[in-house]
């Protein structure tokens, strides 16, 4: 049979990706976690609540209006447009995620692996969505990246409440 000594062993082997992925919320790698996705949704008196991210850009009535996300990122497969809207697409990060890393040290090391983008990088990113605006038909100096907190019913699948919780503008010229 096991030892004791194997036993702790294993505790202590199997406690580690534990730790990272339930204090820290971070995803140990490579990992083989259940299919449960990257959270889990609270559910709260028969309603949960999810964050929407939408983007906006001004029509030729100069209205803002939503933007075709799938049109716009082509090429880019549609489902990294979440994550490159929590990013601001490149122009700095939507404030309404917050850091959730809770300890100093896994906070400088998200830090050392996060690259900010050069100024040419910016200039070819700046010219690449006017460019796909314009084949959109809108304006091509400024999106506008909202995030919605959408309070929605269980039973009923309605939409109870929408509030803005972030909005930035993010102009192109």
């Known amino acids: ?68 996300l799938r049109l716009l990122l082509y090429p880019i497969p549609p489902q990294y447009s979440e994550t490159l809207a929590s990013k601001g697409f490149g122009f700095g990060n939507d404030s309404s995620e917050g850091d959730r890393t809770k300890n100093e040290f896994f906070k400088k090391i998200k830090d050392i692996n996060t690259a900010s983008p050069s100024k040419e990088e910016l200039a070819d990113l700046r010219q690449w969505l006017k460019m796909k605006l314009a084949q959109q038909n809108f304006a091509t100096s400024a999106i506008k990246l909202v995030t919605i907190l959408q309070s929605i019913s269980i039973e009923t699948e309605v939409v109870l409440e929408q509030k803005v919780i972030y909005e930035k503008i993010i102009t192109l010229d």
């Not at 036993?7 to 202590?12: R, V």
Request: proline letters at 7%; aromatic letters at 14%.
């Open 1 to 68: 049979m096991f030892s004791l000594k194997f036993s702790i062993f294993l505790l202590i082997v199997l406690f580690i990706p534990f730790y990272l992925r339930t204090l820290q919320q971070i995803e140990p790698y490579p990992a083989v976690l259940m299919p449960s996705g990257p959270s889990v949704i609270k559910n709260v008196n028969n309603q949960v609540n999810l964050k929407v991210k939408k983007l906006y850009a001004i029509d030729n009535t100069g209205k803002w209006k939503k933007i075709n």
